[in-house]
């Protein structure tokens, strides 16, 4: 969200100011406009950040924000009035803009702050189409909310730009068989619609946590866009939802761990290796309030449960004072909503630690056969620390040997390779 | 201490499709440049110009519509600053971000009237 900008000239501006607007506008004008008119909204935007750029060189204006608001008013206003009649405009806007009775006033107040928190959702909500995949909605994201250039998304995804260019492409054509922006209303807790933004949501964030980037281990811009998004769901018309705030308390239990999770030189720690003091308390704080948020209501989803065991790991002082029978017990219940591979050696290194190495033991090697996990470099790398902690170094060692020959980038492999040394030293 | 006038020509705001974040960098060199040349004493004091406009010309004061000019030689804004020598002033417009999107920066010393 914009600040505003406080009395008096602003020396600098607010970081990200520029693609925080940009999404910020978009999202007001296709409201009015409608999606099929998108790259009208587009254009208009980028005009006005055009004529921020000229204008702002020698000297910023006080307010900012306010400033390109009113750039993007005049510049809608006419294109509004020069397209009246052959445009078809937004369906639940047209009559107040096909009006000069109502038109200014309309159009001011989509463009009002106070009307962010809901053109943004909205606009989320559009964007998420159930026809689209979930990389095109993570896409139409990055591009229409958070302002980003198709060239600056290839960079994020370790994608090409034609591929971005061809996803944001097929968005459109969705986006254009709409009339008008998605209701920012839900029937039910289990509005899929809701589900469906803040799956798109978590997958920007874990690309940024735990993505795939040779040279960023974390990339922060991703996950700190993720948790700005998420704050349109918790804190706006659709407050009440306990998912969007257990996904914002996964997030921030996440994101406040970000500072201890590489050392010096770039490469991972594990939990156990990690400086738990550096840790971001005051995430974790704002964690611990959507997860007390998340509680009203009868329900558990796996947001929940992923909401849960983050928070067990904050508020643990090590990991071996870690309620490991409280993740375990989270991760049954997540195992039972979901039976994936991935849930189950997660939970057999949460066996391991709960005191049952044998029983982990036998089911991380039972896992083996599952094809889903014989390529994921965190299978290899679990199964070595549960091999560890039986103190089967010979094993051990080779188990993270695999983990580091499957490993996505040289920050994971370096880590993996140094659990191996690890190893071999104690042997 | 004399006078000076920096003409720019072209630049980043003739660049079409910039992205928000590329504008926000290049913005954040421009406060830099002009932070500088304020905290060193040279007192910049400018004024950016739009693009559209209108040019009268001749002994039957033609006027048209638009400077007209080539996008790179379009005048971007002007800015005044107090600097010691023609070279100084000089020197201190190499520290203008406008050479990355290909603009340029002519630097005039202002006549004196006395």
Redesign the interface.
């Known amino acids: 969200m914009s600040e505003p900008a406080k009395s008096g000239k602003p020396e600098t501006l607010v970081a990200s100011l520029f693609r925080h607007e940009s999404g910020r506008l978009v999202a007001a004008l296709t409201r009015l406009f409608g999606p099929q008119n998108l790259q009208l909204a587009e254009d208009v935007v980028q005009e006005a950040l055009e004529c921020a750029l000229q204008a702002w060189k020698f000297r910023l204006p006080d307010n900012p924000a306010a400033w390109l608001s009113k750039v993007a008013r005049n510049r809608a206003l006419d294109m509004i009035r020069r397209g009246a009649v052959e445009r078809r405009f937004a369906d639940d806007y047209r009559e107040q803009l096909a009006s000069e009775w109502s038109l200014a006033t309309t159009v001011e107040e989509s463009l009002a702050e106070a009307s962010t928190a809901e053109n943004q959702l909205r606009m989320m909500l559009t964007v998420c189409q159930p026809q689209l995949s979930e990389e095109t909605q993570v896409t139409l994201i990055l591009k229409f909310l958070c302002g980003f250039a198709s060239s600056e998304i290839a960079a994020a995804f370790l994608s090409t730009e034609e591929t971005i260019d061809k996803r944001l492409q097929r968005g459109r054509s969705v986006l254009r068989q709409l009339g008008s922006l998605a209701p920012a209303t839900f029937t039910d807790s289990e509005d899929s619609r809701r589900g469906a933004v803040l799956r798109a949501l978590y997958l920007l964030f874990n690309e940024g946590y735990h993505g795939s980037h040779p040279s960023m281990p974390t990339r922060v811009v991703l996950c700190e866009e993720a948790m700005r998004l998420c704050a349109f769901m918790t804190e706006g018309t659709d407050s009440g939802s306990p998912q969007a705030h257990a996904l914002m308390a996964l997030m921030c239990f996440h994101f406040s761990r970000v500072p201890g999770r590489v050392d010096s030189d770039g490469i991972y720690l594990s939990l156990a290796q990690q400086d738990r003091a550096v840790w971001d308390r005051a995430f974790m704080e704002r964690g611990l309030a959507h997860l007390n948020h998340s509680a009203r209501g009868p329900e558990l989803s796996a947001l929940h449960l992923e909401a849960g065991i983050a928070c067990q790991h904050c508020l643990a002082p090590s990991l071996a004072a870690t309620d490991w029978a409280a993740i375990l017990g989270l991760y049954d219940l997540l195992y039972r909503r979901n039976p994936s591979p991935v849930i189950a050696i997660n939970r057999a290194l949460a066996r391991a630690y709960a005191g049952d190495p044998k029983g982990a033991l036998r089911e991380a090697v039972d896992l083996a056969e599952e094809p889903a996990l014989a390529r994921y470099p965190f299978y290899w790398a679990a199964r070595g620390e549960i091999h560890a902690r039986e103190n089967q170094r010979a094993a051990a060692h080779d188990c993270y040997r695999r983990a580091a020959t499957l490993a996505r980038n040289p920050a994971e492999e370096r880590a993996f390779l140094r659990n191996a040394v690890a190893q071999q030293d104690q042997r | 201490m004399a006078k000076f006038i920096y003409v720019f020509r072209g630049g980043?705001?003739l660049e079409?499709?910039?992205?928000?974040?590329?504008?926000?960098d290049?913005?954040?060199l421009?406060?830099a440049w002009?932070?500088e040349l304020a905290k060193q004493g040279h007192q910049?004091a400018?004024?950016?110009v739009?693009?559209d406009g209108r040019t009268i010309r001749g002994k039957n004061k033609v006027m048209t519509d638009g400077p007209y000019a080539e996008l790179k030689d379009l005048v971007?804004?002007n800015?005044a600053i107090e600097a010691a020598s023609l070279d100084e002033a000089a020197k201190l417009a190499l520290g203008c971000p406008i050479y990355i999107y290909d603009g340029s920066v002519e630097v005039r010393p202002v006549a004196q009237m006395r």
């Open positions: 980043a705001f079409k499709g910039l992205s928000a974040g590329a504008m926000q290049h913005l954040k421009w406060g002009m932070g910049p400018g004024e950016a739009q693009q971007t804004g800015l």
